[in-house]
């Protein structure tokens, strides 16, 4: 049982490319979410969904891109990469309503230079 | 702008000491809150969570809660060197799915 699986875990962007962050899970879980980390800071929400097909924005969208076409895939999408968005990204889902917390992946680390 | 608010620390204990975690949190109508723990370049992992006000206790940790004071806490009883990591207090947003983290306290338990 994978959990939550996210992919790369690690990589450099130039200012202005574009790279899809990718992740899985195998727990059936209706929710997921998407988190940024930077140092010395908590997670803040990017993105959120619900099911299949819905998605919204959580704290801090600009700049980034989801979609939901299957219960077990949530990608990330980053246009227009700037240094901004060096941070660490999780992936996280949940049962309905996160009444038992989440389950994280194991973050994929972003520079942007 | 809902809020958790922690003290960042870093809280240094020694080894077989209680050492207590705080936070609070600005929304009123959360109604659940979270401790997860997080290992330097790992990601966070669920210790416990809180439903009602009153103390949940799992093993060496007890979490607390009032939710007339908006404060959540977390006591660690004989903390242990592998207890050393931050330790970040979350709280679901009424009305959705999604949580509100705080920024961590740093615990450092020394041998």
């Known amino acids: 049982n994978a959990g939550v699986t996210q992919t790369p875990k690690f990589r450099i962007l130039k200012i202005g490319q574009s790279m899809t962050l990718q992740c899985t899970q195998d727990?059936?879980?209706?929710?997921m979410y998407w988190y940024r980390q930077d140092p010395g800071m908590g997670l803040k929400l990017i993105y959120y969904?619900?099911?299949?097909?819905?998605?919204d924005k959580g704290e801090v969208p600009n700049g980034y891109n989801v979609s939901r076409s299957t219960t077990e895939d949530f990608p990330l999408r980053l246009e227009l990469a700037a240094p901004s968005q060096t941070s660490v990204y999780f992936c996280?889902?949940?049962?309905?309503?996160?009444?038992?917390?989440?389950?994280f992946g194991s973050g994929t680390r972003l520079t942007v230079v | 702008q809902k809020e958790v608010e922690q003290n960042s620390g870093p809280l240094s204990v020694p080894e077989g000491a209680i050492a207590s975690l705080n936070c609070t949190y600005s929304?009123?109508?959360?109604?659940?809150f979270f401790w997860y723990r997080q290992y330097s370049g790992k990601s966070p992992e669920l210790i416990m969570f809180?439903?009602?006000?009153g103390d949940k206790e799992d093993g060496r940790f007890t979490a607390q809660l009032n939710k007339a004071s908006q404060y959540v806490s977390l006591l660690i009883r004989d903390s242990q060197p592998s207890d050393s990591a931050t330790y970040l207090c979350?709280?679901?947003?009424?009305?959705?799915?999604?949580?509100?983290f705080g920024k961590g306290t740093m615990l450092l338990v020394s041998p």
């Open positions: 996280a889902s949940s049962y309905v309503s996160g009444d038992y917390g989440y389950t």
């Open positions: 727990m059936n879980h209706n929710y």
């Open positions: 969904s619900v099911g299949a097909g819905i998605t």
């Open positions: 929304d009123r109508g959360s109604q659940s």
């Open positions: 809180i439903y009602s006000n």
């Open positions: 979350a709280a679901m947003n009424s009305g959705y799915s999604t949580l509100t």
